[in-house]
């Protein structure tokens, strides 16, 4: 389906994560822009879960070993197919024998791409996405090298559908996609100084007023010792009220912000440990996660406290924004 020429800076694959087993110690992993990876696998008639590729900064070149059905949303990595740019947001069929190539990302850092029937590996502990430091899930447990070749499973009937009704139209072309796709104006607006909302952490209380008003009213740079596990921010230094004040180890997730001794925030991520033992002075609310995840080194984040009511109204109009982009693109099928 799809064989690695070159392989990007980081590219694995990646599903919703691996739940139910932080008890035993094993991390969640996923993917870093929920959103991107769900509108992806709709595009192409999945369900919403299936594995996408995950690229990371520095795209992939790849050869279509057959004809194949994929979508790419997240990051702009300036797709080519034979040198001609592939439009993001859409559905794409793609003929066999194509080159298809990414490069850097030009907006965002990281890009989605699925396809119909989603990749072909197999479920550890009930997910296909990679852990790379334990060198599990995904393909053969690790980023994607030259010479891989990736398969997909069997296709649903939507996606089929829309497999055919695309090829009928391309009519000797590389590749084609139809006039409509997802709106500009409903994905989240990637940005390299983005504003994040947080609520207050367990221990917001933990910090001297003058460290609560800098986190909320000056800018953390992206550190360059960030990965998927979590971003090293830089930048007004977090001074707790009792420099000696421990915590007993508790529970953390996606997007909490906790404050080690030295005062420089981190952000944790998809690739998270299960517990922490620093003070989390703010945790990420769930519909700003993707603006977290498609910044890179470098850029500048600014937090902005909204109230728990509020964060949940955010994630539901998200989801009620999926759950119509799902119903309109399973219209186009029929």
């Known amino acids: 389906m799809l064989k690695v020429i070159r392989p990007g800076l980081l590219t694995s694959m990646q599903d919703g994560g691996r739940t139910g087993f932080q008890k035993h110690g094993v991390i969640v992993s996923g993917v870093m822009d929920p959103f991107a990876h769900r509108i992806a696998n709709l595009l192409v008639g999945n369900e919403g879960n299936e594995a996408t590729l995950e690229l990371s900064l520095m795209g992939d070149a790849w050869e279509a070993t057959e004809h194949v059905l994929l979508a790419i949303c997240g990051a702009d990595m300036n797709p080519m197919a034979d040198g001609v740019p592939l439009p993001m947001w ?41 852990y790379l430091r334990a060198g599990i899930g995904g393909y053969q447990g690790r980023a994607l090298q030259k010479g891989d070749e990736l398969k997909a499973e069997a296709p649903s009937e939507r996606s089929q559908k829309l497999f055919d009704y695309l090829e009928k139209h391309a009519e000797g072309r590389t590749f084609y996609a139809p006039d409509w796709g997802i709106a500009a104006e409903l994905f989240p607006r990637y940005d390299a100084s983005p504003v994040i909302r947080v609520i207050r952490g367990n221990q917001y209380d933990w910090f001297t007023e003058k460290s609560r008003q800098d986190f909320f009213q000056k800018g953390f740079r992206v550190n360059t010792q960030s990965d998927r596990m979590g971003y090293r921010l830089d930048g007004p ?10 915590l007993i180890s508790e529970a953390v997730t996606f997007g909490t912000v906790q404050v080690p001794a030295e005062g420089n ?24 996660l993707p603006l977290i995840a498609q910044t890179k080194p470098g850029d500048t984040l600014y937090f902005r406290e909204i109230a728990h009511q509020e964060a949940e109204r955010l994630l539901f109009e998200r989801e009620q924004l999926i759950q119509q982009a799902k119903l309109g693109i399973q219209l186009k099928y029929m």
Do not use: H
């Open 237 to 246: 230094v977090l001074e707790r009220i009792e420099s000696d004040r421990e």
């Open 265 to 288: 925030p981190i952000v944790l991520l998809a690739d998270r440990q299960t517990t922490g033992g620093y003070p989390k002075i703010a945790q990420i609310v769930s519909a700003d």
């Open 90 to 130: 859409k559905p794409v069929w793609i003929r066999a024998g194509t080159m298809i190539k990414f490069s850097g990302c030009r907006r965002g850092a990281r890009a989605y791409v699925a396809i119909a029937g989603g990749f072909q590996v197999p479920l550890v502990m009930n997910s296909r996405s990679t």
